[in-house]
């Protein structure tokens, strides 16, 4: 069975940086627009960002340009996201997801046929 498994969590100070790991099995990694979203406490999950599985374009979330960057690993059947100058406001339970409609709108849950488990991210003062 499919399954997206994140990794690379954890507790950082305000400024640190980390970088998240998703490994993908169970499907045709190279087929799938691959995305990171992150959920808060008492909010709804939030669309971080994604890259497209043909020509590797990425799209991100305007409260992330230029701190975060996603990359992938066709040959690792894996999706990677690096967080720099983290802030209190990162702090959620991050998820990768796989979209295999490729119209699908980037940004939206709905859009995203798998998801993983999510790995928590605290940023602390």
């Known amino acids: 069975q499919v399954q997206l498994v994140e990794s690379g969590g954890g507790l950082v100070q305000a400024g640190g940086s980390l970088r998240l790991s998703c490994a993908a099995s169970g499907l045709t990694f190279t087929i799938f627009d691959m995305g990171w979203f992150r959920q808060a406490p008492g909010k709804e999950r939030e669309f971080v960002a994604t890259i497209r599985r043909s020509d590797g374009n990425t799209y991100y979330a305007d409260s992330v340009k230029g701190r975060f960057t996603i990359s992938r690993d066709n040959a690792k059947s894996t999706v990677y996201l690096q967080m720099n100058n983290l802030k209190l406001e990162d702090t959620a339970v991050y998820y990768c997801?796989?979209?295999?409609?490729?119209?699908?709108?980037?940004?939206?849950?709905?859009?995203?046929?798998?998801w993983g488990q999510g790995t928590q991210v605290t940023v602390s003062s």
């Open positions: 997801a796989a979209k295999r409609n490729y119209f699908g709108t980037y940004s939206s849950t709905a859009s995203y046929d798998y």
